[in-house]
């Protein structure tokens, strides 16, 4: 009976390791500089769209993610984006992130007027009032391709996502308190 079991649990393995596999790509942002004593730079940012594409250079299928985000954003329509992609951002609230050391969740909505220009940032929720502050002055200061009502340039949100963890052992950093 114990061999079904092995049997089994290899199969449902295999099949879990065969449907991973086809799972889209993951695209990586690492830090600019390894840490003192070691050669080694984390990677502090996962994903499954390149963060240094802009809106244009993203594939249908990525484009296809982005848009998903907007909830009965008609077909002719498109959502903002940074013009650099999310990368300047990322790295900025990753760099306050190591020096603040929070972990949590961030999400944050930036109003993107018609000239690709944020005006506004809502915060949903922010694992410190610092990085929240912070986060918001750095969504501000990149700029967006403006998203298209109709073909035409319009005020619409973009909204960021980023999920904070304290770097553990394996990551190449001291082990976070649990």
């Excluded at 061999?3 to 086809?22: D, E, K, T, V």
Aim: net charge neutral; proline share 7%.
């Amino acid at each position: 009976m114990s061999r079904y079991w092995l049997i089994a649990g290899l199969f449902l393995a295999c099949g879990h390791a065969a449907s991973w596999a086809q799972e889209a790509p993951r695209y990586t942002l690492s830090e600019d500089m390894a840490e003192t004593g070691t050669i080694i730079k984390r990677k502090g940012v996962k994903g499954s769209i390149p963060v240094n594409y802009s809106y244009a250079q993203l594939s249908e299928e990525q484009k296809l993610s982005v848009r998903d985000q907007y909830e009965g954003l008609p077909a002719a329509d498109e959502p903002p984006y940074p013009i650099k992609g999310p990368e300047p951002f990322l790295r900025e609230v990753y760099a306050a992130q190591r020096i603040l050391q929070v972990r949590g969740k961030l999400v944050l909505a930036v109003q993107v007027n018609s000239r690709g220009e944020g005006k506004e940032v809502a915060i949903f929720e922010s694992p410190d009032d610092k990085m929240a502050n912070f986060a918001a002055a750095a969504a501000i200061k990149q700029r967006y391709k403006p998203g298209l009502c109709s073909g035409v340039p319009c005020t619409m949100d973009f909204v960021y996502t980023v999920s904070f963890n304290l770097p553990s052992e394996e990551d190449g950093g001291a082990k976070a308190a649990q």
